[in-house]
C-alpha cells in the first residue's frame, strides 16, 4: 500500500473514530484526544506516524496556558454569568417590550433588540438563550404569540452572542486563524506580513451582527403582515411621556454604558481583548451590586458557572490541540492542500466547500469543536490561495451560528427547551428555528456579495 493511501486510510479513521465517539455521547475533550493517541498509536506500527512527535504536546499545552488573548475567555464568561444572575437583562426587556408592545410583532422585535444588547454585555449564546427563555417566553405566550415564532426569535436571538462582540467564540476562532494566518503566511514566504488578531475579527463581525439583526427585525414585521395573528400587539398600562422616557435610560444606560467602555477600549486601541475582558467583569459587578439584590451568594454562584464553563473550553481545546498534531503528523495537511485545489471555482469553490462543511458539521457537533477541529486544517490552505483571513472568520462565526440552531444537536434549541423547564415541544422549536436558519445563511450570502462590511470598519479604526 503506497504512503498516499495509508495517508488517506488512517486520515479517515482519526475523523471516522473522533465522530462516532462524540456521536456516543463521550465527553468532547476525551473524544478527540483519545482518537487522536489511539489512530497515531496504530499508525506508529506502519511507520507513518512517528511517537516523537507527541513529545511537543507539552510545549503546545503551555503556549495555551500562557496564550494572553485566551484569558479574556473566563473573564468574558464571568462577565457574562454575572449580568446575567443580576436581572438587568429582564427590566431591560420589560422596558423594550412597553416601548414596542403596541405595534404588530413589537414583542418580537423588542426581544430582538434586548438579545443583541445580551449578546454584546455577555458574550455567551447559552446564557443569553436560557434568561431570553425565562423572561421573554412567557411574556410572549401571555400575549398569544404564536408558539413556533417565539422559539425561533428567542434562539436566533441568542446567537447574536456569537458574533456581536466581544464573544467568546470570535476571541478562540480569532485565535485559531491567528495561527493559521501565520503558517500560511509563512509556508508562502511573506515574513514580513501584517498579523490578524482578536480585535480586527471584533471590529469585522460588527456590523454584520447588526445587518443579522435588522434582517430579524425585517423578517418579524414581514411575519406581522402575512399572519397578523400569530404576532399581535400588546396591550401597555399608559405612562406618560417623560416617565418611559426616565423607564428607558434606567433600563439601557447601564449595560450600554459596560458595552461602549469595554468595545470601545478594545476597537480604540487603549486596551488588548484581555484587559478589556477584565474590565468588563469588574464593571458587571459593579452594575450588579448598585441594582441591588445581588449578594455574596450570587457572585459565587456566577463565579462557579464562569469555572465550569471556562474548563470545558480549556479541555476541548487540549483535546483538540492533541486531534491537530496528530492530523499534521500524518500528513492531513498536504491531503487538505491536494483536495482544496482540486474543487473547481479555486478560491471561490473552496471556500464555499469549507463553509458548506462547517454547516453539515454543525448538525452533529458543537460550535468549539468545529472551530478547534476545521479552522487549522482548512484555514491555511484557503489563504495560500488568497482568501482573507479577516473576512472568512466572519463569514465562519456567521456559518457557525446556525449550529446552535440545526437538529438534532442544535444547543440553542436544548437551552431554550431547559430554560422553559420542558413545556415546549421540540417540534415547535424546530419549526420556529428553521426560517431564522435560511436567515443567517442569506446573510453569508450578503457577506460574500459586499465583503465590505467585514473590513470597513477595521479600516476605517486603522486596525
Do not use: H
Not at 104 to 122: K, M
Not at 126 to 145: D, E, K
Not at 339 to 368: E, H, N
Amino acid at each position: 500500500m503506497s504512503t498516499e493511501t495509508l495517508e488517506i486510510v488512517f486520515v479517515s479513521v482519526l475523523f471516522g473514530s473522533a465522530i462516532l465517539a462524540l456521536l456516543s455521547g463521550f465527553p468532547v475533550a476525551f473524544a478527540l484526544g483519545g482518537a487522536a493517541i489511539l489512530t497515531a498509536f496504530a499508525a506508529s506500527f506502519t511507520g507513518l506516524f512517528d511517537m516523537v512527535l507527541l513529545g511537543s504536546f507539552p510545549s503546545r499545552i503551555l503556549d495555551i496556558v500562557l496564550n494572553q488573548t485566551l484569558v479574556a475567555v473566563p473573564l468574558f464568561v464571568f462577565m457574562g454569568t454575572v449580568l446575567e444572575r443580576s436581572r438587568i437583562a429582564e427590566e431591560l426587556l420589560l422596558t423594550m417590550g412597553q416601548l414596542f408592545g403596541s405595534l404588530r410583532g413589537g414583542l418580537g422585535i423588542a426581544v430582538v433588540i434586548v438579545g443583541a444588547l445580551l449578546a454584546a454585555s455577555t458574550g455567551i449564546v447559552g446564557a443569553t438563550i436560557v434568561t431570553m427563555a425565562l423572561i421573554s417566553l412567557p411574556a410572549m405566550q401571555r400575549a398569544q404569540y404564536n408558539t413556533a415564532l417565539s422559539c425561533g426569535v428567542i434562539c436566533a436571538s441568542g446567537t447574536l452572542a456569537q458574533l456581536i462582540p466581544p464573544s467568546t467564540v470570535l476571541i478562540l476562532l480569532g485565535t485559531t486563524l491567528q495561527n493559521a494566518n501565520t503558517q500560511a503566511q509563512l509556508q508562502l514566504g511573506n515574513f514580513f506580513y501584517d498579523p490578524m488578531t482578536v480585535t480586527d475579527l471584533f471590529a469585522g463581525a460588527l456590523i454584520p451582527g447588526f445587518v443579522l439583526v435588522a434582517f430579524y427585525v425585517i423578517a418579524i414585521l414581514v411575519t406581522a403582515f402575512i399572519s397578523p395573528k400569530s404576532c399581535p400587539p400588546v396591550d401597555q398600562p399608559a405612562d406618560d411621556d417623560r416617565k418611559l422616557i426616565t423607564k428607558i435610560l434606567r433600563a439601557m444606560l447601564p449595560p450600554l454604558a459596560l458595552i461602549l467602555v469595554v468595545l470601545g477600549s478594545i476597537l480604540s486601541g487603549l486596551a488588548t481583548a484581555t484587559e478589556s475582558a477584565a474590565l468588563g467583569g469588574v464593571g458587571a459587578m459593579i452594575l450588579a451590586f448598585l441594582k441591588g439584590g445581588f449578594g455574596l451568594r450570587k457572585l459565587g454562584e456566577a463565579s462557579r458557572s464562569a469555572m465550569s464553563i471556562s474548563l470545558m473550553i480549556y479541555a476541548i481545546l487540549v483535546g483538540a490541540t492533541v486531534f491537530s498534531l496528530v492530523f499534521r503528523g500524518l500528513g492531513g495537511e498536504e491531503l487538505v492542500t491536494t483536495l482544496l485545489s482540486t474543487i473547481p471555482g479555486d478560491a471561490f469553490g473552496a471556500t464555499l466547500f469549507v463553509l458548506g462543511l462547517i454547516f453539515l458539521l454543525g448538525f452533529m457537533i458543537d460550535t468549539f469543536e468545529i472551530i478547534f477541529i476545521v479552522i487549522p486544517i482548512f484555514a491555511p490552505a484557503l489563504i495560500v490561495q488568497g482568501v482573507d483571513p479577516l473576512w472568512f472568520g466572519v463569514a465562519v462565526a456567521m456559518v457557525l451560528q446556525t449550529s446552535y440552531l440545526t437538529p438534532p444537536f442544535g444547543f440553542g434549541i436544548f437551552y431554550l427547551q431547559g430554560g422553559a423547564k420542558g413545556t415546549l415541544a421540540l417540534n415547535d422549536i424546530y419549526k420556529g428555528v428553521t426560517p431564522f436558519v435560511l436567515i443567517q445563511l442569506a446573510g453569508v450570502g450578503i457577506l460574500w456579495i459586499f465583503p465590505g462590511l467585514v473590513s470597513w470598519l477595521p479600516t476605517a479604526l486603522g486596525l
